[in-house]
Structures are given as C-alpha cells and as structure tokens.
C-alpha cells in the first residue's frame, strides 16, 4: 500500500489505474468487501446472464429502472430480468436471494451498506407472484435489503 501511495504522488496514475483494476477483478468478496464477507453461493446453471466479472461491477446499471430508456433498446431484453436473477440465484437454505444476510444478493449488500427498495416491489423468490404492480400492497415480500 506504502507503495502504491508513491506511485499516486509521482502522478502515475496509470499504476493506480491497474491497480484499481486489479481490485475489481479480483474475487468478488474481497473486490466488494475488503474482508470476510460470507461466501456467495453460485447460481444455478453454467453461467450468468452476462459475464461473470461484468456483472459483478455492471449488475446494477443493468437492473435500474431509469436506465430502461438507453439500455433496454441496446443490450437489454428480458436477459437482464430481475425475476430472472432470482430465479438462478435464490439461496438453498432461504429459498430467497435476500432473506438472510447471506442470502446472494444480500451479501455483498449488506457489507457494502447498499439498500435496496426493489424488494419493496419485486419478490425475492422465484416462483412467487411479483407484487411490482401498482395494484398490490408493498409488503408481501417481507425482510431483505
Ligand atoms: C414501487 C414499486 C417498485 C420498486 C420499488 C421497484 N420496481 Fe422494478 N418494477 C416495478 C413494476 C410495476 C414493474 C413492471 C412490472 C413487471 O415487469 O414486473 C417493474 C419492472 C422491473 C424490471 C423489468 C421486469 C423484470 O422482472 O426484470 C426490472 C429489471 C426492475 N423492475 C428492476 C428493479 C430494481 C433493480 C429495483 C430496485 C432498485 C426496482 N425494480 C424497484 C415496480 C417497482
Ligand atoms: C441462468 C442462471 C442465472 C441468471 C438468470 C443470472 N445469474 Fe448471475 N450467476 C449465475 C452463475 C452460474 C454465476 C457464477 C458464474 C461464475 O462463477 O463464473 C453467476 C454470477 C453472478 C454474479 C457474480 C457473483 C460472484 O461470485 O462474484 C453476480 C453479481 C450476478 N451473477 C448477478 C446476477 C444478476 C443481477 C442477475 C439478473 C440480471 C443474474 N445474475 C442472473 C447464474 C445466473
Ligand atoms: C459481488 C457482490 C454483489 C452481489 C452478489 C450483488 N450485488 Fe448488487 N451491488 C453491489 C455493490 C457493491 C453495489 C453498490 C455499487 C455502487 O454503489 O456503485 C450494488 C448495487 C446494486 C444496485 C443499485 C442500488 C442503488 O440504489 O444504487 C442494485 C439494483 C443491485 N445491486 C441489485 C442486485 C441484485 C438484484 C443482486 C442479486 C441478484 C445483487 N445486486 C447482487 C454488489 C453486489
């Protein structure tokens, strides 16, 4: 670090740069956490949607909604679906993907301190009726972050 700290005052901003990208690719709980997060229980299936590393840094610009606009007509169909991700990522023990802080999408949530409304809407395990319509009370999902 001592020397990653020389390299930031020479103004080599292309060894920081590395570095950086370094840290992002290197396993998702140190990538996100810096320390022991608990371990991600893998998808179901061969792969994710999207490359795995991509998706560790990109997920959330895939899944918001006020990029529906410029992303869905590109890239984006039904491939980047929330219900999907749930589907393949819904934890053995919980049933959900945030019910429990280790549930997938809970744990690197919770350690980075990111807050989620979407379970507000959007059930958290697969099979259930998404209450993401204007119709329904926000509640039914219950618990997760
Ligand atoms: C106030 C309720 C509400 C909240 C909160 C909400 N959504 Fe939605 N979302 C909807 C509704 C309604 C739809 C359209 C109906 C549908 O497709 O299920 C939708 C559709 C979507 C879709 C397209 C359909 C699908 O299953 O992929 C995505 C992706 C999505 N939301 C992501 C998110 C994410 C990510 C969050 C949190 C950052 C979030 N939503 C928060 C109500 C909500
Ligand atoms: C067809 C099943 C499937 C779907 C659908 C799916 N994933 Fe994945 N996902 C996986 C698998 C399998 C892995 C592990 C891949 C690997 O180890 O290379 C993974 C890995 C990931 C990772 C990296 C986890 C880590 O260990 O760092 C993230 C983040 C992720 N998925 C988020 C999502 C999101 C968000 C969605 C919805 C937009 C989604 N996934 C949809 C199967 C899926
Ligand atoms: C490998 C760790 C990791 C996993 C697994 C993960 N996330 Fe994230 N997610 C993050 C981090 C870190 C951020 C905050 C990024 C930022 O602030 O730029 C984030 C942010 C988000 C955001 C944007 C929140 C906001 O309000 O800006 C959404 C939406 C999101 N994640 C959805 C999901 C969903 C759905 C899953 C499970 C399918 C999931 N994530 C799994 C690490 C992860």
């Not at 991700?85 to 049933?95: I, L």
């Amino acid at each position: 670090m001592a020397k990653l700290a020389g390299c930031l005052r020479a103004g080599l901003r292309l060894a920081v740069l590395a570095g950086v990208a370094a840290l992002m690719a290197a396993p998702s709980s140190e990538a996100v956490a810096g320390v022991d997060l608990p371990k991600l229980e893998r998808g179901k299936g061969e792969k994710c949607v999207e490359d795995t590393q991509f998706m560790r840094r990109n997920h959330m610009d895939l899944l918001k909604h006020q990029r529906d606009e410029t992303m869905r007509k590109g890239i984006r169909t039904t491939r980047h679906s929330l219900k999907r991700c749930v589907e393949c990522h819904a934890s053995e023990k919980t049933g959900s993907v945030a019910a429990s802080k280790e549930d997938f999408c809970a744990a690197c949530h919770s350690y980075a301190s990111v807050k989620l409304d979407c379970w507000d809407c959007h059930a958290t395990r697969p099979g259930k009726k998404s209450a993401a319509s204007p119709h329904v009370p926000s509640q039914v999902n219950g618990g997760g972050q």
